[in-house]
Structure formats: structure tokens, C-alpha cells
């Protein structure tokens, strides 16, 4: 089976645009690929964060994704800082990866402006290089990605050639993107053109996967459309196209259909059906949610059992990775 490595930061507050954009997808991989998925810590701490508020959210990362439908028996669930080869293998990365290709990374620009240049550190600038060791570290061959994410996976695969042509070795796999589904990019209730994102100021621009229904129906109904009647499937329309590819991944339902279902009503009736479809999709979610919160020593088992798996995959290639370079 072909390798797919995912993972998402344990910075607290998943929300829809996680489960929709990622989680949703890794479900149905799982019994096509063998399925590495991480809770990437280390990536968390590029920003300042409570340690007392960190170690909560590695656990609740660890419950989303296992009530969302991950299954530890045909995935390896693990905490990325436990298994310490990801961090050596991303010094010996970022020996060979020039300066230039990091200044091309647009995601650094934007969190160092919103962080400002005194509060900007090394780890955020470096942070595509842990990235690239994070996949590069299991051979693996196809990484699901939103279409945001692609600039990081061609930097990996870029350091993975370097590294083969160094070494004249063909070690590190060229690892594929594997974009899936309409929801790859879930954007913000608030505005179109912005990611829904866990760090936006207003609680109203997404939809936490902890939200109760009353919470959900509040925050569709807030949500910003446009002034222009009707309802169309139309990315000159981002509010509205965005809510239609929501629609549809809460529902499995074509997004041009449900804007062909809806066309003659009014924005009224199309977000009292969205928000009951959400709160029906994260129902069986939440319940999940609040069974594994009352046996925490299961999910810390199976991270435990996830460190123990991975360890055995990276350990290897990287005892491969430093004879190849010298190291031993």
C-alpha cells in the first residue's frame, strides 16, 4: 500500500474547516493507503502557547480526530514531538535548503506580519523544513493538501531532489498532493476570500466542532451573502459559493445541485437548511467527543500505541538517511 501522511496543529478550536478540508477526507483513505496521521505539536509552539493549554489540546486533537472516524487499527494516531526523528531529520534538511526557497514562502510573511518582527522566531521562518521532514520521514508517496498547502508540499519535494542529487541517491520519494473533494478550502463566515481559521479574532467567522446547535444556527444566520437575489454556484460570489461547498460536505450532495435546489429562495431559507445540516453532521461527532473525554487513559494508549508505529518507520529511515549522509 502507498504511504499517506497528514496532520493538523494542536493549537485548540477545530472547527468545520478542518473536519471538511481534511479529517473528512483522511476517513476514506484509510482502507486504500496506510495512513499516517500526526498531531503536530512542534508546529503549534512556532507561536506562543500555555503549556497548561498546549497539553489539552495535543488530547483533545487526539479525540477529534478519533471521533471523527480515524481508526487506530488502520491508522497510526501519534503526537509528533514523541518521536524525536522528526526534529533530527529536519536539521539535516535544512543543511541543504537555501535561503531563497524559504523567502518564497508566503505563509511565513503573513503570520510574521501578524506577529510583527520582533515577535517572528526562527521555528516560523524554518517551519517548511520540519514540514518536509514530517513527510519525507516515512517514504511517503501522496500527502492530502488544500490548494494553500501546495506552495509547502513543492518546497518538500524540492528538498527531497536536493537531498538525492547530493547524495546521488534516490532515498526520499517526490511525494504527490492528493486533492479531494469541493471542501479542500473552507473559508470564513465572515469573508469570502479568508480561510476559516481557528485564530480569527471573531468567534462568529467559523463553526468550532464543539459548537452546540443553538450556537450554529446563531452563527449561519450571521453570516455574511451579498446583495444579489437569488443563489448561485459562483466564485465570483465567495460568500455564497462558499456556503455551498459547506452545504455540500455536510451532506454529500453536489454543490450545483443544492444551488439549483435553492435558486428561488431567499438567503433566509437556504441558512435555516444549512445550519440544521451541520448540526446534523457534528451531532454523532460531539457525541463521540464527550464518550472519549470521559477515557482519556484510552486516547493516551492510543497515542502511545501511535508513537511505538511510527517509531519503528522513522527510526529506520533515518538510521538510512545518516549513513547515506555520514553520519554513521
Known amino acids: 500500500m502507498k504511504t499517506v ?5 494542536s493549537s485548540g478550536n477545530l472547527h468545520l474547516g478542518n473536519y471538511l478540508g481534511s479529517i473528512a477526507n483522511w476517513i476514506s483513505m484509510q482502507d486504500e493507503y496506510r495512513c499516517i496521521f500526526g498531531i503536530m505539536d512542534l508546529h503549534s509552539i512556532t507561536v506562543p502557547q500555555d503549556p497548561k ?30 518521536v524525536k526523528e522528526h526534529a533530527e531529520l529536519a536539521w539535516i534538511l535544512g543543511t541543504l535548503t537555501p535561503l531563497g ?23 516560523l521562518y524554518a517551519y517548511p523544513v520540519l514540514m518536509a521532514a514530517d513527510i519525507l520521514l516515512y517514504k511517503t508517496d501522496a500527502v492530502p493538501v488544500g490548494e494553500d498547502q501546495k506552495q509547502h508540499l513543492e518546497l518538500t519535494r524540492d528538498i527531497a531532489g536536493a537531498f538525492n542529487r547530493r547524495y546521488n541517491n534516490e532515498f526520499f520519494k517526490l511525494p504527490q498532493p492528493l486533492i479531494l473533494g469541493n471542501c479542500t478550502r473552507v473559508m470564513s ?10 485564530s480569527d479574532e471573531s468567534e462568529l467567522s467559523r463553526i468550532n466542532l464543539s459548537d452546540d446547535a443553538e450556537s450554529i444556527r446563531k452563527k449561519i444566520k450571521k453570516c455574511k451573502t451579498d446583495s444579489i437575489s437569488g ?9 455564497i459559493y462558499n456556503l455551498l461547498n459547506i452545504f455540500s460536505g455536510v451532506t ?31 451531532s454523532p461527532i460531539q ?40 553520519l554513521s
Open 252 to 282: 454529500g450532495r453536489k454543490a450545483e445541485e443544492i444551488a439549483v435546489e435553492y435558486q428561488n429562495f431567499g438567503f433566509g431559507k437556504f441558512k435555516e437548511d444549512l445550519a440544521e445540516a451541520i448540526i446534523s453532521k457534528l
Open 5 to 9: 501522511f497528514s496532520g493538523i496543529q
Open 189 to 198: 463566515l465572515l469573508d469570502g476570500t479568508k480561510k476559516m481559521s481557528k
Open 231 to 239: 443563489i448561485s454556484y459562483d466564485e465570483a460570489r465567495p460568500e
Open 101 to 123: 526557497w524559504l523567502n518564497r514562502m508566503t505563509q511565513f510573511k503573513d503570520k510574521s506580519e501578524k506577529e510583527g518582527e520582533n515577535n517572528s522566531n526562527l521555528g
Open 287 to 326: 457525541n463521540n467527543i464527550k464518550a472519549l473525554q470521559s477515557d482519556i487513559s484510552y486516547v493516551k494508549k492510543i497515542l502511545q500505541d501511535g508513537e511505538n508505529k511510527a517509531r519503528v518507520v522513522a527510526s529506520s529511515n533515518l538510521a538510512e538517511v545518516k549513513k547515506i549522509v555520514g
Open 53 to 82: 493549554e498546549l497539553r489539552k489540546n495535543i488530547l483533545d486533537c487526539a479525540i477529534i480526530y478519533l471521533a471523527c472516524g480515524l481508526d487506530p487499527k488502520k491508522s497510526i494516531i501519534f503526537q509528533q514531538s514523541t
